[in-house]
């Protein structure tokens, strides 16, 4: 049979070692100071500014037999559709493609429910139009109605140098965290130390977006009223440090 007294043994030094240091583990214990407090908020930021450009996005579009047919068909009628946006003063560079489409057409039906003829293929040019005097939008979209190259899909308005904003935006909102933290601290009767963390920042960007399917003839201007301010806003969560305050 095997003997359990060296086991036995080497537990009573165990014990007795676990003994010896623990009046040492306690004095460090007591030893080790305190981890500052912290305090974490969100702060917000708007910032308003007036537009200075607007967009109007057009669509060129083509029905045909073919693909060959409907892409040549839409090249020609894309090219009669710079020609008039060059007529109203606007240059070439103002001027971009946003997508350019070929698909089959989508099925169409009657009001009683009977499958409409229609040409199987469709070419579809998006153009985006960038205007830097917003008060002409309405007459540009008219002139846009009133032709036959385009069908005017809707118009947004933007700010040239939006990042400033934006970055405003930002400015503001970690003001405002600093000014709630700072709130806290005070009620608290703490300091307000360094910090800590700062957290990803959440910004909005305007949209104020006016949309126009109209169809109507000799369309001079359309009665669009350009947004007075449009918003830029920001949010970010900081962390700070407290600290106990001076007696």
Avoid: C, K, Y
Wanted: aromatic share 4%; proline share 6%.
């Amino acid at each position: 049979m095997t003997s359990r007294r060296p086991l036995r043994a080497a537990r009573i030094l165990l014990l007795a070692g676990l003994a010896a240091t623990a009046p040492f583990a306690a004095a460090s214990a007591q030893e080790t100071p305190a981890r500052p407090g912290s305090v974490t908020v969100t702060g917000t930021g708007e910032v308003e500014r007036a537009p200075d450009r607007a967009r109007i996005l057009v669509a060129v579009v083509n029905r045909g037999a073919s693909v060959a047919e409907v892409v040549a068909a839409n090249r020609e009628a894309s090219e009669a559709a710079l020609a008039r946006i060059e007529e109203l003063g606007i240059a070439r560079e103002d001027v971009a493609t946003v997508d350019f489409q070929v698909f089959e057409t989508p099925e169409e039906f009657t009001r009683d429910g009977q499958p409409r003829e229609r040409p199987p293929f469709t070419a579809s040019h998006r153009l985006s139009i960038l205007l830097d005097d917003v008060d002409r939008a309405g007459e540009v979209a008219g002139a846009i109605l009133d032709g036959q190259a385009m069908t005017f899909q809707g118009i947004s308005f933007e700010l040239e140098r939006s990042e400033e904003a934006q970055d405003e935006a930002l400015r503001r909102a970690v003001a405002d965290a600093r000014r709630q933290a700072q709130v806290l601290a005070e009620a608290a009767d703490v300091a307000l130390g360094r910090i800590l963390r700062i957290g990803d920042a959440q910004p909005s960007f305007p949209r104020p977006e006016m949309a126009f399917r109209a169809a109507a003839a000799d369309a001079r201007a359309l009665p669009i009223v350009p947004p007075s301010r449009l918003t830029w806003s920001a949010s970010t969560t900081l962390t700070f440090e407290l600290e106990e305050s001076a007696p």
